[in-house]
Nanobody, 120 residues
Framework: QVQLVESGGGLVQAGGSLRLSCAAS????????MGWFRRAPGKEREFVAA????????SYATSVKGRFTISRDNAKKTVYLQMNSLKPEDTAVYYC?????????????WGQGTQVTVSS
């Protein structure tokens, strides 16, 4: 059983930056591909970014490519999402996820989510 706890959300102005963190406990962190998803008000949860076990491969949604960067520190059992040039449409609850497979990325564990609000 893997527990995921996100942090780092908050309120930021458009054009600003935030870094989300997701700390894992239980299980073997380096056995999991990790990802970030988000759910905006009134919308379904959508994929944002993913990173492979070693960090050698990453994948991004088109809407965030070039602005967001996913990374991981296996020694700290933590995955990060650096979000730059934030837009109001990035406002959402952001969820961390763990998957035992890379392709397809099938979520086995979810975090509880952290709110990101981008004001215009």
């Amino acid at each position: 059983q893997v527990q995921l706890v996100e942090s780092g959300g908050g309120l930021v102005q458009a054009g600003g930056s935030l870094r989300l963190s997701c700390a894992a406990s239980g299980g073997t962190f380096s056995n999991y591909a990790m990802g970030w998803f988000r759910r905006a008000p009134g919308k379904e949860r959508e994929f944002v970014a993913a990173i492979s076990w070693s960090g050698g491969s990453t994948s991004y949604a088109t809407s965030v490519k070039g602005r967001f960067t996913i990374s991981r520190d296996n020694a700290k059992k933590t995955v990060y999402l650096q979000m730059n040039s934030l837009k109001p449409e990035d406002t959402a609850v952001y969820y961390c996820a763990a998957s035992s497979s890379w392709s397809p990325f099938e979520v086995a564990y979810w975090g509880q989510g952290t709110q990101v609000t981008v004001s215009s």
